[in-house]
């Protein structure tokens, strides 16, 4: 997804190759890829990323992972849950 965005130099607009082209071929030619964007600059960001993540979930062991792929109200209710937990009776 990341390697397929595209920039307009003339207006600035933001496209995407393939869930946003641009509307005409005339466009479309003068479209540019950011250098960040290409393949292997972003495998190397992903591999920093990941070695990163380790390295965290190691630290925080009691860390939770929260799908963000959902409503936001159901986010917050599970957030909620994890933080706020019942204390141990005795």
Known sequence: RLSQRRT???TGERYHT???PAPTPEIQARL???PK????NIEKRLDTYYSNVKAL???YQDAFYVNADQDPYV???FIE???IKPLPCK
Do not use: A, M
């Open 81 to 83: 849950s994890c933080i």
């Open 37 to 40: 964007d290409e393949e292997e």
């Open 8 to 10: 307009d130099p003339l």
């Open 57 to 59: 979930e190691d630290f």
């Open 75 to 77: 986010i917050f209710e």
């Open 18 to 20: 393939t869930f946003r």
């Open 32 to 34: 540019r890829q950011n």
